[in-house]
């Protein structure tokens, strides 16, 4: 079973940035595409990018683009996101997902999820 585990929120500033870091806990990533996802109460968990096994491949949430970049770092196993010019609608739980790429760029979750991180954007 695939366990992950995100770090890297807090409590930041309209403007400012932050990264967000995943990595798995007893198995690895292996050939999975990864994705990062948020949720705030009251809302169902939406998408916000994701990233081919190969990193190839990267989409972005259009509330997002032009702002976050995901990455990863196979050797070292972890997923990225960093999050620059942050806005308080950007406050939110954030959960990465590992899952598979499928034709045309398609994203197919996995339930494989971490207990999230908290990001806090004050105005």
């Known amino acids: 079973q695939v366990q992950l585990v995100e770090s890297g929120g807090g409590l930041v500033q309209a403007g400012g940035s932050l990264r967000l870091s995943c990595a798995p806990s007893?198995?690895?990533?292996?050939?999975?595409?990864m994705g990062w996802f948020r949720q705030v109460p009251g809302k169902q968990r939406e998408f916000v990018a994701t990233i081919s096994w190969s990193g190839g491949t990267k989409q972005y949430a259009d509330a997002v683009k032009g702002r976050f970049t995901i990455s990863r770092d196979n050797a070292k196993n972890t997923v990225y996101l960093q999050m620059n010019s942050l806005k308080p609608e950007d406050t939110a739980v954030y959960y990465c997902?590992?899952?598979?790429?499928?034709?045309?760029?398609?994203?197919?979750?996995?339930?494989?999820w971490g207990q999230g991180t908290q990001v806090t954007v004050s105005s």
């Open positions: 997902n590992a899952g598979d790429s499928g034709p045309s760029g398609a994203y197919y979750p996995r339930d494989y």
């Open positions: 007893g198995r690895t990533f292996g050939n999975y595409a």
